[in-house]
């Protein structure tokens, strides 16, 4: 009996998937004249501010909060040096009572420190925030149930309440939803959050920690991951040209691999996205320069959200 049920998900899963979470249309589209002929390219960067390799439970240990944070400032130094804007869908690392005692891993206060240290780090550069999660192992579970997403999320933004910074309540559902049965709908729905996904997968991930063995040990090499991931993000870029928004989002990850190949990635990007929106009647490829004028609309339309610095400025209904 338990085999069968076993054998009746693994092929269920084969033949439908996972089903990918699909955002809904943006509540705040930029005008075409706001847009005026132009396609904004928008980095975005996975489970920051801490490094990627720390967000899991157990080794390898940080030795120093400035370890867990090297990967996110390495990224913030090369995204100023290009004048680019990004969104920081960000992952609060819970702490690890079982971490040794010298490791900031192993205290709660340590912990909020560091998240806040980030926050504030990604929001002085002038990126955005938005919602990932705070237990990413969670979201391999194939049956994870929706309160435990939901509870998940709500921790995730008390702590950054706690922070101070502005935010916003947009939600990247880890590993896109296609790694759990769970209806992500319902959770955003239930909290009120738009969901967002990505245009261009760079395939960064391959090497990452929650990432599978089998991958690794195939990218294992420097340059062979990094060509794989420049194939990919140019492979997307011209998948991206029939698309109507006038953003197209870039997935990414906080690592220490990402964040040393980063200049070469942007490059990578920019040299394709030139190349297929070259016609006269195509939009213009462009960063999102933190000095456009629409800066902040553009990222209203992505996100389809206001930031909570935004929300928190708003009357209430009984003060109006």
Known sequence: MKKGLIALICVSVFVTGCEMVKPVASRFPVSAEQAAGRVFFLPTFDDGPVAQRFVEAGKPYPRSEDE??????RT??????RNITAVFYVLYVQHDPDAPAWSP????????????RG???ISDNGHAIALHCSDHDEYRKLFLARKAAEDDLKRL???????????YRTWRVPYGGMRTFMNEQQVAKKLSLPLRNWHI????????SDSTNFLKKAY???????DNVVKYLQ???????????????ILFHVSLRTSSHLKQFLDAIEQKAREVYSKPDDPKFTWLSFDDPIRGAVLHDYLNNESTAASASKPSPASR
């Open 157 to 167: 933004m008390a702590e950054l309440d706690r922070t101070g910074v502005a935010y």
């Open 76 to 81: 913030l130094e090369v995204l100023k040096s």
């Open 119 to 121: 926050i504030k780090a």
């Open 105 to 116: 891993k192993h205290s709660e206060d340590a912990m909020r420190r560091v998240f806040t």
């Open 220 to 226: 294992s090499s420097d340059k062979k991951w990094s």
């Open 201 to 208: 997968d760079s395939h960064d991930w391959t090497t990452n």
């Open 235 to 249: 492979r997307d870029v011209a998948r991206t040209k029939r698309r109507k928004e006038c953003w197209r989002d």
């Open 68 to 73: 867990m944070l090297a990967d996110l400032y």
